[in-house]
């Protein structure tokens, strides 16, 4: 089936502790996000990519990292230096193309928690 | 100030019920417009789309007021599987951010038996 498949479902972090959250989609978009939701909070944007091999921060990026070397494969790195990593993380991708260009398509996201 | 916002409610409802959501957008540039609905501690996901001259799925329904910055959700005759958080979103179309969707913080409903 066609989709976006973030992993692992739940993950904890020591403190000091790197950690990389996977996101895959097999939907040929070229565009793809990361954002952070906290509890009653709306999403907040940490980076996008637009075209493999280039990406942009969003609103809060401080303390995370991105790559894009597939098109299919955005995978986040919440680093030591983010002090309030725990949160939903959540990947989307959109096509940039036809009708549905502006439509957003989530994956189900991985829940980060600190030990 | 925020580019989406969004009652937070909570809205409890009963079954049957017809309720309205109302979202305000700071950007006028604006030009596409969102629903969607996110589950308890599930993703997003697609509602539908607001066109300028408002449509309909359904039970819903959605308006867009360009002079106001203002879109609506309706609902008419809720169900107890409508029960959720609706998150209105907006896609900027200004200089460096264009693009990019802007999330509301989304408004809670509850339909009870």
């Known amino acids: 089936d066609g989709g976006i498949t973030q992993s692992p479902k739940y993950l904890f972090r020591k403190e000091g502790q790197n950690v990389t959250l996977s996101c895959e989609q097999n939907?040929?978009?070229?565009?793809m996000y990361w954002y952070r939701q906290d509890p009653g909070q709306g999403l907040r944007l940490i980076y996008y990519s637009q075209i493999v091999n280039d990406f942009q921060k969003g609103d809060i990026a401080e303390g995370y990292s991105v790559s894009r070397e597939k098109k299919e494969s955005f995978p986040l790195t919440v680093t030591s230096a983010q002090k309030n990593p725990t949160a939903f993380y959540l990947c989307a991708s959109s096509s940039g193309q036809g009708a549905s260009k502006n439509i957003q398509y989530f994956g189900a996201g991985t829940r980060l928690s600190v030990l | 100030r925020k580019e989406v916002e969004q009652d937070p409610g909570p809205f409890n409802v009963p079954e049957g019920a017809t309720v309205a959501f109302n979202c305000t957008y700071s950007?006028?540039?604006?030009?596409?417009f969102f629903w969607y609905r996110q589950d308890c501690r599930k993703e997003p996901k697609l509602l539908m789309s607001?066109?300028?001259s408002g449509n309909e799925d359904g039970r819903f329904t959605a308006q867009l007021n360009r002079a106001s910055q203002y879109i609506s959700l309706l609902i008419r005759d809720s169900k107890l599987s409508d029960s959720a958080t609706y998150l209105c979103v907006v896609k900027s179309d200004r200089g460096s951010t264009l693009g990019r969707l802007y999330f509301g913080r989304g408004t809670q409903l509850t339909v009870w038996p």
């Open positions: 607001v066109y300028s």
């Open positions: 939907l040929n978009h070229d565009a």
């Open positions: 950007n006028s540039a604006s030009q596409s």
